[in-house]
Each structure stands twice: as C-alpha cells, then as structure tokens.
C-alpha cells in the first residue's frame, strides 16, 4: 500500500533552517509528481512546492520562493524540501502528497515552528 512518512520537523529560531523528508514506499516513485502543503493553525491546508516525477521542473508557493527548495532522489523514494530564512510565519504541519491514478495519498506531517 501507499506510504508517505515525512521526517525532519522541529522547533527553530526565525532566520535558521530545516530539511523536510518525506521517504515514499508502495508505488513507482518516480513516475509522479510530489508535493509539499502545509497547515497553520486555524488556516486551510495550501501547496508550498511540487516538483516535476524526474526532478525537472518545480513550483514554489510565492510566500517561500528563493528560501524553499524541493528536490527528490529517486534512488531513495524521498522528497525533501530544504527551508532556509524561516519565519514564525512558516510555523505548520507540513505534508507530502502523492496522487495516483486521480486518488490523494497523505503523509501524517511533521511539525515545523519557527519561534524565539
């Protein structure tokens, strides 16, 4: 079956860093698209970045361009996203998603917060 397991969350101070994984198992990594949403408290789930099945192309959320990067190895059935210059803003569960033949595979998330 399907499992995606993100990893890597944690408390940080504004300003330092993360990597995100979310290491995928149970269908062909490599044909499909991954993406990274994340949920504020009190606020709808939205789409921080995607990136293309082979790594070519990726699409960020404006809030995070030029300090989140999204990149895959599928050697290893993971995708990561590399968070630099947090903001308490950016304070979320964060989840990786899959689609497969029109149906949405979820992680459970990781907690991120960016606070002093």
């Known amino acids: 079956q399907v499992q995606l397991v993100e990893s890597g969350g944690g408390l940080v101070q504004p300003g330092g860093s993360l990597r995100l994984s979310c290491a995928a198992s149970g269908f062909t990594f490599s044909n499909y698209a991954m993406h990274w949403y994340r949920q504020a408290p009190g606020k709808e789930r939205e789409l921080v970045a995607n990136i293309h099945s082979l790594g070519v192309n990726t699409n960020y959320a404006d809030s995070v361009k030029g300090r989140f990067t999204i990149s895959r190895d599928n050697a290893k059935n993971t995708v990561y996203l590399q968070m630099n210059s947090l903001k308490p803003e950016d304070t979320a569960v964060y989840y990786c998603?899959?689609?497969?033949?029109?149906?949405?595979?979820w992680g459970q998330g990781t907690q991120v917060t960016v606070s002093s």
């Open positions: 998603k899959a689609v497969i033949w029109g149906r949405e595979y």
